[in-house]
């Protein structure tokens, strides 16, 4: 399933737009605010973020700068009261991909997801293959030449990061904030860990290798043996 986060304040509004979305097929977390988003998303592949500007606590503008930070390419919509040029200058300039002024209408809101989704390349599937090397999001599941290999959630979204964007280098924060967690920053050495286990599971893997980027982290990098 593809899951999406609604992050708006407003309880009525929000039970609305869930409702609406998870009848339209999505699986929907519903978040009063920023703080109980980043708990949403710890430990889960997010899809899409639908949020408020005005929040209490962190508001909209300074979420999405942060999920931007994270994810490059996390699809982001605006949902707001706020109708002036200088609220819309600031949320694309922050990086959403979408603002609409309340009261929206759900219809619309629906068909500017699944625009998102469909550039994003997300809504038609979840599996990620690199040679014989397939990694299905949905269903958390990772096989080689057809193999099973067993992963934890985290080493699962760290390498799912990794090989949807080869070559990238990744610095030990950015991995870590994979997991969404409020102390990702207190041991960022646990990030080694995760990938000497990775390293460790794919040893015999032919169709990538991950890469030590000296003074700034890991890479991924597929080698271009083909199966057959």
């Not at 949020?51 to 994810?71: C, K, W």
């Not at 994979?178 to 995760?194: I, P």
């Not at 015999?204 to 597929?222: E, Q």
Request: proline share 3%; with cysteine.
């Amino acid at each position: 399933m593809t899951n999406i986060v609604v992050v708006e304040d407003e309880q009525e509004l929000n039970d609305i737009m869930c409702l609406y979305l998870r009848d339209a097929g999505y699986t929907v977390f519903g978040c009063l605010g920023a703080n109980e988003a980043y708990a949403a998303m710890q430990g889960r592949l997010i899809d899409l973020v639908v949020s408020d500007i005005m929040m209490p606590g962190t508001d909209g503008f300074a979420f999405a700068a942060r999920l931007r930070e994270l994810d490059a390419h996390l699809p982001i919509i605006f949902v707001t009261a706020r109708d002036d040029m200088a609220s819309k200058r600031h949320g694309f300039r922050t990086g959403v991909d979408d603002y609409m002024v309340k009261p929206i209408d759900l219809d619309e809101l629906l068909l500017r997801i699944e625009a998102l989704l469909r550039r994003a390349g997300i809504a038609e599937s979840h599996t990620l293959t690199v040679g014989g090397l397939v990694m299905n999001a949905r269903e958390m599941s990772v096989t080689v030449d057809g193999r099973p290999v067993e992963l934890t959630v985290r080493e699962f979204n760290i390498l799912y990061k990794m090989l949807s964007y080869p070559r990238q280098v990744f610095s030990r924060g950015q991995l870590m904030d994979e997991f969404w967690g409020q102390d990702a920053d207190n041991n960022l050495r646990v990030t080694d860990v995760y990938i000497t286990r990775l390293r460790g599971k794919f040893a015999d893997c032919p169709y990538f290798s991950i890469v030590t980027v000296r003074g700034l982290g890991y890479k991924a990098v597929p080698t271009g043996a083909q199966k057959g």
